[in-house]
């Protein structure tokens, strides 16, 4: 049988490595227009003090300054191209990272924070290995620990006739745009983003399984925790029916 981490809604095998082989050499010029100060310092207050693992660790973003900071860093990610990347940066190489599917790879330790940002709990391909991620989390927590979930807020009406077309960012040497299609019947949207350069264009795809806030909430109660915030963004702005992100937090 099929780990349920391991198969997509349509049955097809999970790939957690698959993202970061496309992406690992240009990912960080495509998170550059993030708030990533804004992060961490949310992060690092978060934590307060204890030690931090990141799931989807990824090129070291937020891991890489939550470290400089004192924290004892670890990290989880299904590519072993984007953990190259981290290795290479000042630093990276004394965080460990285990490479795998974070929603069912454990590592020692108790956490007083796990983290999962930028939307990655979408690239999880089904409802049960989003179940399993929370699941995941908890059991790395300490108690009192938390599992701090950042993610857009699904928003069917951007697109028409079922896909949609934008621009992410533009600059007089790069401009980045995604194509997307989405899928409501089983909960997912099919995307490419675009990357054009005078060197030439990047084809980089990626498939979300998307749900609701209200949703995650869920999968967190039947993995024991408790929602303790939810903000638009990093720096705390109020929750509203306007948002069209979330940084949810959750507790053991």
């Known amino acids: 049988m099929t780990h349920e981490s391991g198969s997509s809604a349509h049955g097809r ?25 804004a992060a961490v310092d949310r992060l690092h207050e978060l934590a307060d003090g204890g030690p931090v693992l990141e799931f989807g660790i990824g090129t070291g973003r937020l891991a890489l300054p939550l470290a ?12 072993a191209e984007m953990v190259e990347v981290l290795r290479s940066k000042p630093g990276g190489d004394r965080i460990p990272v285990t490479v795998g599917d974070f ?37 790395h927590l300490r108690p009192g620990g938390r599992f701090v979930v950042e993610a857009w807020v699904p928003d069917p009406a951007a697109f028409r006739n079922g896909s949609a077309l934008r621009l992410l960012s533009l600059s007089e040497d790069t401009v980045l745009a995604e194509a997307a299609r989405l899928s409501t019947a089983d909960q997912m949207m099919y995307t490419t983003k675009i990357r054009m350069t005078a060197g030439g264009l990047r084809l980089l795809p990626a498939n979300h399984r998307y749900a609701w806030p209200a949703e995650l909430d869920l ?18 702005t109020p929750f509203t029916d306007d948002s069209r992100t979330h940084v949810s937090v959750y507790r053991l």
């Open 68 to 79: 400089a900071r004192g924290l004892a860093v670890a990290g989880v990610d299904g590519s």
């Open 219 to 236: 999968m967190a109660r039947l993995a024991g925790l408790e929602r303790e915030h939810r903000w638009s963004d990093w720096t705390g």
């Open 103 to 139: 929603a069912a790879t454990r590592v020692e330790g108790e956490f007083a924070l796990v983290v999962l940002a930028l939307n990655t709990i979408f690239a999880l391909p089904s409802q049960d290995a989003q179940v399993n991620c929370f699941r995941n989390a908890a059991a």
């Open 13 to 37: 095998e999970f790939d957690p490595s698959a993202y970061g082989r496309k992406i690992a050499d240009v990912y960080d010029t495509t998170v550059e227009q993030l708030p990533t100060d």
